[in-house]
């Protein structure tokens, strides 16, 4: 069995593989959302520990390639690129469906209103995408 440890930083080297992940947003951002993105794969590995590893890959492999659908649909989200609300509309939904692979299926995560609000704040151009991401993570650590 794979002890937790290894599995955190092959969770880890997973996210920081994926260069092309934040392609989208400037230096800063993209450090920023890298970091959130390596403790949230850390997160989803730790959830293994106890598990043999059959369980653990059950957990694991969904719950990264979830952390990086997140991360590139909320880069995408911060540089305007949901600028249709029905198109908001469905990357609310998206992003609800990873963040439960994420953060597990009893985690408490946003309510859907308040995922939305949030989403509709990008098309108020006194946000900058760094201020997007903040707001998207802080909203997380207060749910999740």
């Known amino acids: 069995m794979t002890d937790i440890k290894t599995r955190i930083e092959t969770a880890k080297k ?3 593989g994926n260069e092309s992940l934040l392609d989208m947003l400037e230096a800063d951002a993209a450090t ?7 403790a949230l794969a ?3 590995a730790e959830r293994t520990n106890g598990m043999d590893d059959a369980a653990a890959e059950l957990v694991i492999t969904p ?3 979830a952390v990086r659908q997140s991360l590139r649909s909320i880069g995408n989200w911060a540089v305007g690129k949901y600028a249709e609300a029905d198109d908001r ?3 609310r939904d998206k992003l609800l469906e990873q963040f439960k692979l994420v953060f597990g299926e009893n985690a408490k995560l946003p309510t859907a209103a308040d995922l939305g609000k949030l989403l509709d704040e990008a098309t108020d151009s006194k ?4 201020q997007l991401i903040l707001k998207m ?8």
């Open 127 to 130: 946000n900058t995408p760094p």
């Open 42 to 44: 850390a997160s989803v």
């Open 137 to 144: 993570k802080s909203l997380l650590e207060k749910t999740g």
């Open 32 to 38: 920023d959302m890298l970091n959130w993105g390596i």
């Open 14 to 16: 997973e996210i920081t």
């Open 63 to 65: 719950g990264l390639k």
């Open 89 to 91: 509309a469905q990357l």
